[in-house]
């Protein structure tokens, strides 16, 4: 059983510049959230997804998005980046109810 | 108050030994409780899940869970270097149904 699958794995971007992360969750899964690692703020809940709707979203400015396709495939954008929006994003799936989420490997982005 | 508190740590054991990692959080309504392994570059990987009051026993491992305390503790049975690792609390808030936050996280160190 294929695992929870991020794309790309390394990315590099210029300040001012817009980027778009993807993630492919487990077969039959259609909850996805997003987070954002930092060596310290830990682990930060950006938005969960579940059937192409928003259900949650954490206290990010309006740069971060997101949005979830009918195959449960997800994709996050961050527009006009900056520097502290280095980070490791990860993204995990789950069926949806109050069980565990399963992440994938993530994205590291580096803002130069 | 933070809603998911751990000590930071570092923890350090004896190989063999027991380790004890605690956690405490702050929302009476949460329902759902995990533990996440994360080794150093690595995504966090879900180790035990608990839901009721109680223990929960899997292998080497022992989640503990007191909804009156707001607690949840987990524990390793002989110790092994393979898993010094970072130890992550999550919890799922129930007035924020699939919104799953994390602990800063207890680093764990296994003397051999």
């Known amino acids: 059983k294929a695992g929870v699958t991020q794309t790309p794995r390394y990315l590099i971007k210029t300040r001012g510049q817009q980027v778009t992360l993807s993630c492919s969750p487990i077969s039959g899964h259609r909850s996805v959230s997003w987070y954002q690692q930092t060596p310290g703020q830990g682990l930060q809940f950006l938005f969960e997804?579940?059937?192409?709707?928003?259900?949650n979203k954490g206290n990010f400015p309006g740069r971060f998005s997101g949005r979830q396709f009918s195959n449960s495939r997800s994709e996050m954008n961050v527009s006009t980046l900056e520097l502290g929006d280095s980070a490791l994003y990860l993204c995990?799936?789950?069926?949806?109810?109050?069980?565990?989420?399963?992440f994938g490997s993530g994205t590291r982005l580096t803002v130069v | 108050q933070k809603e998911v508190e751990q000590n930071s740590g570092p923890l350090s054991v004896p190989e063999g030994a027991i380790a004890s990692l605690n956690c405490t959080y702050s929302d009476r309504g949460s329902q759902s409780f995990f533990w996440y392994r994360q080794y150093s570059g690595k995504s966090p990987e879900l180790i035990m899940s608990i839901y009721s009051n109680g223990d929960k026993e899997d292998g080497r491992f022992t989640a503990q869970l007191n909804k009156a305390s707001q607690y949840v503790s987990l524990l390793i049975r002989d110790s092994q270097p393979s898993d010094s690792a970072t130890y992550l609390c999550?919890?799922?808030?129930?007035?924020?149904?699939?919104?799953?936050?994390f602990g800063a996280g207890t680093i764990l160190r296994v003397k051999s």
């Open positions: 999550a919890v799922i808030r129930g007035e924020y149904g699939n919104k799953l936050v």
């Open positions: 997804y579940f059937s192409e709707t928003q259900r």
């Open positions: 995990a799936s789950s069926l949806g109810g109050a069980g565990g989420y399963t």
